[in-house]
């Protein structure tokens, strides 16, 4: 069982550039969530999803894009990067939206905008 | 929104103690978190308290007050493979989970 997977691992990107981090788990959670880690100021919800077909905006939203097409798959893109997109992003699941479970978390990719 | 307080860093010795605090003030209070995260890798859960007290997992506890909106993780017998960070996070009215910036721990030998 693979649980949740990212690509990729890493990335440097030109500014201006369209880029789709890609995010898959296999555990048939409910609950999706893309976050973003920079030093000293934790992690921060960019954009989630409860269930399969729907999206909501996060604390830091702008510049990025999500979709849920079916359950397994919840890919962010960020349409024209900038270097305050440079971080490290994670993908994270739960079986559930209503709070109290246990996010699982994918191994990250670390982005370079430049 | 939510505003979560934990210090930055604590040093200890190996086999010792440590006990990593977490205030938060947030609209409404679902439960508290604790993850670790070591350098380089994803979080990984360690755990969750919606009520009040002391949740004891092996080495790791963790204590809520709702009242007072403080919590805290006490590590025990430390290992050198505890060096981490640990995340406080915080579900509120909207189920979403807020963090910390996080506490980062180095055991010495």
């Known amino acids: 069982i693979a649980g949740i997977t990212q690509a990729p691992t890493s990335q440097i990107l030109a500014a201006g550039r369209r880029m789709t981090l890609r995010c898959t788990q296999d555990m048939r959670h409910n609950a999706m969530y893309w976050y973003r880690q920079d030093l000293g100021l934790g992690l921060r919800l960019i954009h989630y999803?409860?269930?399969?077909?729907?999206?909501g905006k996060g604390e830091v939203p702008d510049g990025y894009s999500v979709s849920r097409a079916n359950t397994d798959d919840f890919p962010l893109t960020l349409a024209s990067a900038v270097p305050s997109q440079t971080s490290v992003y994670f993908c994270?699941?739960?079986?559930?939206?209503?709070?109290?479970?246990?996010?699982?978390f994918g191994p990250g990719t670390r982005l370079t905008v430049l | 929104g939510q505003n979560i307080d934990q210090p930055t860093e604590m040093t200890a010795t190996e086999g010792a103690i440590v006990q990593i605090n977490c205030t938060y003030q947030?609209?409404?209070?679902?439960?508290l978190f604790w993850y670790q995260q070591h350098a380089g890798e994803a979080p990984t859960f360690l755990s969750y308290?919606?009520?009040?007290g002391l949740e004891e997992k092996g080495r790791f506890s963790s204590f809520l007050s709702r009242s007072k909106g403080y919590s805290y993780l006490l590590l025990k017998e430390l290992q050198m493979k505890d060096s981490a960070s640990y995340l406080c996070a915080v579900t509120s009215n909207d189920y979403k989970l807020s963090f910390g910036a996080g506490t980062t721990v180095t055991v010495r030998a």
């Open positions: 308290n919606v009520l009040d």
């Open positions: 994270a699941s739960s079986e559930t939206s209503g709070g109290a479970g246990e996010q699982f």
């Open positions: 999803s409860n269930t399969a077909g729907t999206t």
């Open positions: 947030t609209s409404g209070f679902n439960g």
